[in-house]
């Protein structure tokens, strides 16, 4: 049975990097077959998707349009999780984050954490 | 505004069904599959169609989920109070090498 575990903190304030983890257990951040997802929700923007990685020979990764230029997630081979840092965060980047594992569609879902971004 | 078109809200009386559509493009829906997702503030997202019409297991046969075109639809049958929860659709969008969402449609049980 897969299992997401998120960690990081609640509150960040603005101009600085919201950092968040997501440890796994049940499979591997390496699996071939898995792909691993950071999508946040707020009551004015709805599910948001943010980005992705995976690896299928190689690592890779893809970035939601509206946060690319500040965006990174990556896989930690060593602890089997997976990481999202976004950088520069505004009070529009207030919102209830979540890891997911999926391609097209997410069935295993992280618990949530609410990020609020204030000074 | 999202990439996918949704109504903002959908209501009926309980026992009744409701549709929700969602409108992309051949760059998304029209090409990929489309899921749809339950969400309660507080909880995770559930997963409730997959591959435009399957169901995981669990998710009672009131909900059903078809595709046409660039578009997609969810069904939910026999409204119940407990069904009053935001709902979402997603896919693939292979332009933007992203995965795109809905704004959500509230359904409200009269």
């Known amino acids: 049975q897969v299992q997401l575990q998120q960690s990081g903190p609640g509150l960040v304030k603005p101009s600085q990097t919201l950092s968040l983890t997501c440890a796994i257990s049940?499979?591997?951040?390496?699996?071939?077959?898995?792909?691993w997802n950071w999508i946040r929700q707020s009551p004015s923007r709805g599910l948001e998707w943010l980005g992705r990685?995976?690896?299928?020979?190689?690592?890779?990764?893809n970035y939601a349009v509206s946060v690319k230029r500040r965006i990174t997630i990556n896989p930690d081979t060593s602890k089997n999780q997976f990481s999202l840092q976004l950088d520069s965060v505004t009070p529009e980047d207030t919102a209830v984050y979540y890891c997911?594992?999926?391609?097209?569609?997410?069935?295993?879902w992280g618990q949530g954490t609410m990020v609020t971004v204030s000074s | 505004q999202s990439v996918l078109t949704q109504p903002p809200s959908v209501s009926a009386a309980p026992g009744q069904k409701v549709t929700i559509s969602c409108s992309g493009s051949?760059?998304?829906?029209?090409?990929?599959?489309v899921s749809w997702y339950q969400h309660f503030p507080g909880i995770a997202p559930k997963v409730l169609i997959y591959?435009?019409?399957k169901r995981p297991s669990g998710i009672p046969d009131r909900f059903s989920g078809s595709k046409s075109g660039t578009s997609a639809t969810l069904g939910i049958t026999g409204l119940q109070t407990g069904d009053e929860a935001d709902y979402y659709c997603?896919?693939?969008?292979?332009?933007?090498?992203?995965?795109?969402f809905g704004g959500g449609t509230k359904v409200t049980v009269l």
């Open positions: 997911a594992r999926g391609d097209q569609s997410f069935h295993i």
């Open positions: 997603g896919t693939w969008d292979s332009r933007l090498s992203a995965v795109v």
């Open positions: 591959d435009n019409n």
């Open positions: 990685t995976y690896y299928k020979s190689k690592w890779s990764k």
């Open positions: 051949s760059s998304n829906i029209g090409n990929n599959y």
């Open positions: 049940g499979d591997s951040v390496s699996s071939n077959s898995a792909v």
